[in-house]
Nanobody, 125 residues
Framework: QLQLVESGGGLVQPGGSLRLSCAAA????????IGWFRQAPGKEREGVSC????????YYSDSVKGRFTIHRDKGNNKAYLQMNSLKPEDTAVYYC??????????????????WGQGTQVTVSS
């Protein structure tokens, strides 16, 4: 059973940067599409970014496009979300997730079978 653990969250000032990490155990992330999601208090979980396996194609939500970058580290069975130019509206719990397919990824939470426990990101001055 694939297990995912996020890290790297914290408090950052507007305009700052954070890099979130997603470490996998119990499976090889090379066979899984990976997604990053976030959920703010009182809001639904939303897809932020995802990356496929076969060609490394990526998806970004309009709210983070140009500021966030997703990538996978195949050698270390990890994935990352680099977040730059952070805004207060980026404040949320961030989750990484995975489902087993080589050919695409998805921004829909329902597509994913495995989830981490989440890491809090707070953007505030």
């Amino acid at each position: 059973q694939l297990q995912l653990v996020e890290s790297g969250g914290g408090l950052v000032q507007p305009g700052g940067s954070l890099r979130l990490s997603c470490a996998a155990a119990g499976g090889d992330l090379d066979f899984y599409a990976i997604g990053w999601f976030r959920q703010a208090p009182g809001k639904e979980r939303e897809g932020v970014s995802c990356i496929s396996v076969s060609d490394g194609s990526t998806y970004y939500s309009d709210s983070v496009k140009g500021r966030f970058t997703i990538h996978r580290d195949k050698g270390n069975n990890k994935a990352y979300l680099q977040m730059n130019s952070l805004k207060p509206e980026d404040t949320a719990v961030y989750y990484c997730a995975a489902f087993r397919t080589l050919y695409y990824c998805s921004g829909r939470p329902g597509a994913y079978d495995y989830w981490g426990q989440g890491t809090q990101v707070t953007v505030s001055s």
